[in-house]
């Protein structure tokens, strides 16, 4: 069965500096997808990054980018020059080819951003 | 606007009450989703539809949960007879076809059952 584990419940980072969210996930599939969504205090979900299993390099996205450990299974969130509007809540999340690509979520980290 | 509309953004009912949540998805987008999220988790899935047709409905928690999407593009996410468990944010997502194209989630609805 496929899990996404976020062993961060919450983290605390000051303004500017980067932070790095923790994901580990666990899957026998070959293929899979990996994305990161940011939900708000308002509740939306916000698609922030994707990983694709096969791909050779690190997604990146303007400040965010993904520090993917394939032997690890590890997908970790970097998030440079924290801006105050950052805090919010971050989730992991998987699926794979061949399935309808309905995600599997992690538990989320909750971040927050000091000036 | 152009992302994905749910409406109402809030619902509450009483505890025996019919609901239905409505998801009006991305232009274009073939795949819909239909997810819960319990305050403090992350979603779950609940359902999944390419067009009209609903390939997926392995998450749906109950019998008194169905949903639809009759012309491929507004669903409808209908509780029966709700009880106190159902309280939760449903989420719709949209996507193009294929498993790398993220989901685009709406705003959700938050549901309250007295």
């Known amino acids: 069965a496929q899990k996404i584990t976020q062993t961060q419940p919450g983290m605390f980072v000051q303004e500017k500096e980067a932070v790095t969210l923790d994901c580990t996930y666990d899957?026998?599939?070959?293929?899979?997808?990996l994305f990161w969504y940011k939900q708000p205090s308002s509740g939306e979900m916000i698609f922030l990054i994707y990983?694709?299993?096969?791909?050779?390099q690190n997604a990146t996205e303007g400040r965010y980018s993904l520090n993917f450990q394939k032997a690890r299974k590890s997908a970790n969130l970097v998030i440079s020059a924290s801006q105050l509007g950052d805090s919010a809540m971050y989730f992991c999340?998987?699926?794979?080819?061949?399935?309808?690509?309905?995600?599997?979520f992690g538990k989320g980290t909750k971040l927050s951003v000091k000036p | 606007g152009a992302g994905v509309s749910q409406s109402p953004r809030y619902k509450v009912a009483k505890r025996g009450q019919d609901v239905a949540l409505r998801c009006d998805p991305i232009?274009?987008?073939?795949?819909l989703f239909w997810y819960q999220q319990a305050l403090g988790q992350g979603p779950e899935f609940l359902t999944y539809f390419q067009n009209e047709a609903q390939l997926d409905k392995s998450g749906l928690p109950s019998d008194r949960f169905f949903a639809e999407r009759p012309e491929g593009s507004v669903s409808t996410l209908k509780i029966q007879r709700t009880q106190q468990e159902d309280s939760a944010v449903y989420l719709c997502?949209?996507?193009?076809?294929?498993?790398?194209?993220?989901?685009?989630f709406g705003d959700g609805t938050r549901l309250s059952i007295l």
């Open positions: 997502a949209s996507s193009l076809e294929g498993f790398n194209q993220p989901q685009h």
């Open positions: 990983q694709g299993s096969y791909d050779q």
């Open positions: 999340a998987m699926n794979r080819r061949g399935s309808q690509g309905n995600l599997i």
């Open positions: 232009s274009g987008h073939v795949s």
């Open positions: 899957t026998s599939d070959p293929s899979y997808g």
